[in-house]
């Protein structure tokens, strides 16, 4: 193929390739998201850089994320310019390259919006980029869903960040199943024998195949059973309601969730569920009844600032500055030990414990790089977290380590998260049918008359 040939080939390539832009959100939420755009380049705005500078000191998950992408961008710069668009990976996938602000043109966002703010900065460099690309789509990538909205009022296509997101909640994993005309001798020798070989059950029922842990409901023409899969035995076991550290399970879904909280085989867990549902007070509940079997017992939850600024602003020392983010926690510990008088063996424990830290409750901030062994951890509001803060808080579990999730995927307080993109709905999606985790949604509330109303009508 003659010279020209081969240049007119490599442009057409070249023309074919999208350019995506990088917001500075989707940066803090995934570090590696550079490298998920298959062959298509990546533009860096130099204001998302600005920004990253002021993320890259402190202890949150998003200076972490800060921090590495910046030293990513280091190591594969070299010597070279990053003006200039540079291989990301040997041309398997696309280059990438930073971007400066352009002033001017026919659009200029920072006069549209009457103000220089770094988002307005941000879209003058893909309006920018668009101009010197014209044969090429020029698409903005962000978490944020107001600049999506201005980006799009500018002619500028913007796009969320799609890696990592559930695509329909409508099938995301419940834990549980209802069936239906069940052979009732099978629930007979459930209830007798305590368990039912799956290789007998699907002789009568072709159709039974459940996954690693699943627990179901079970109804015949005269007879019904609660029911959970062992994967490691391959046998369906009864499940039997039991009162735990005083809290007794009020449906099946709460029977369910204790099961799996007070079963040493699984050693990771997540409870979702609406606000009323018990999602922390069962979990609390199920650790009190397992106190001697772990050194400590753990209580996290994010830290979600108020106003978007950080916890220094509040007054008093470090105690002081979380207790009102831990309070719904204290709640569920004084809830449980009211269940006794003051004067009874539990509640005087439940003190104790307290006292000697062997209940600790901290912010997420001290766990990281800590090895968790023989530790309870149950980690509150989980939705709050991105996948990759579920990941490094599992990744901390040394031996015999339990760790438990709960949440409400549908109460997001974090921004740049939604239902899709949270770390529980995507541990829930990822961690499915594996033998070491567990998931029941809860669904029926109840805290009380007044919260279910809330919660159905408002």
Not at 37 to 56: G, N, R, S, Y
Not at 267 to 277: D, Q
Not at 432 to 453: P, W
């Amino acid at each position: 193929m003659p010279q020209t040939a081969k240049t007119t080939a490599r442009r057409s390539t070249a023309s074919k390739r999208k350019i995506f832009v990088l917001d500075t959100s989707v940066i803090l939420y995934d570090h590696n998201s550079i490298q998920n755009f298959q062959e298509h380049d990546v533009a860096i705005p130099i204001t998302v850089l600005e920004e990253l500078d002021e993320f890259k000191k402190g202890n949150d998950t998003k200076n972490y994320e800060a921090r590495e992408f910046i030293r990513y961008l280091d190591r594969k710069a070299k010597d070279k310019s990053l003006t200039e668009w540079i291989s990301l990976n040997g041309g398997r996938k696309g280059n990438f390259k930073v971007i400066m602000n352009a002033i001017g043109g026919e659009v200029d966002a920072t006069r549209v919006y009457m103000g220089n703010k770094m988002d307005h900065q941000i879209l003058n460099a893909c309006l920018n980029l668009m101009r010197e690309e014209p044969n090429r789509p020029v698409i903005l990538v962000t978490k944020d869903i107001n600049l999506r909205l201005k980006a799009k009022a500018l002619g500028v296509e913007a796009q969320d960040y799609e890696t990592g997101k559930i695509k329909d909640l409508d099938t995301l994993y419940t834990g549980k199943a209802e069936i239906d005309n069940f052979p009732p001798d099978i629930i007979d020798t459930l209830y007798q024998q305590g368990s039912a070989e799956l290789e007998k059950i699907q002789k009568r029922r072709k159709t039974f195949k459940p996954e690693a842990n699943q627990f179901f409901i079970l109804r015949s023409s005269r007879n019904t059973a609660l029911a959970f899969y062992n994967s490691q035995t391959t046998h369906l076991e009864h499940v039997a309601k039991h009162t735990v550290y005083g809290i007794k399970p009020r449906n099946a879904e709460q029977t369910f969730a204790l099961h799996a909280l007070l079963n040493p085989a699984i050693p990771l867990v997540a409870i979702s569920g609406v606000a009323g549902t018990g999602k922390t007070l069962l979990a609390l509940a199920a650790a009190l009844e397992q106190r001697r079997d772990y050194k400590q017992i753990y209580l996290a939850r994010p830290i979600v600032p108020l106003s978007n600024k950080d916890i220094g602003y509040l007054p008093g020392d470090m105690k002081a500055k979380i207790n009102p983010y831990m309070q719904p926690l204290w709640d569920n510990l004084k809830f449980i030990k009211n269940q006794w008088d003051e004067k009874d063996k539990e509640a005087k424990t439940i003190d104790e414990m307290v006292e000697n830290e062997k209940i600790l409750i901290t912010p997420l901030a001290y766990i990281r790089g800590r090895s968790l062994s023989n530790i309870f951890f149950i980690v509150d509001e989980a939705q709050n977290l991105t996948p990759h803060e579920v990941k490094t808080i599992i990744t901390r579990a040394g031996d015999h380590t339990k760790i438990v999730f709960t949440g409400d995927i549908y109460q997001i307080d974090t921004p740049y998260l939604d239902e899709q993109s949270n770390g529980l709905s995507y541990m829930i999606h990822k961690l499915r049918g594996q033998k070491l985790f567990s998931h029941i949604a809860l669904e029926k509330g109840e805290r009380s008359e007044l919260a279910n109303l809330a919660n159905e009508l408002l």
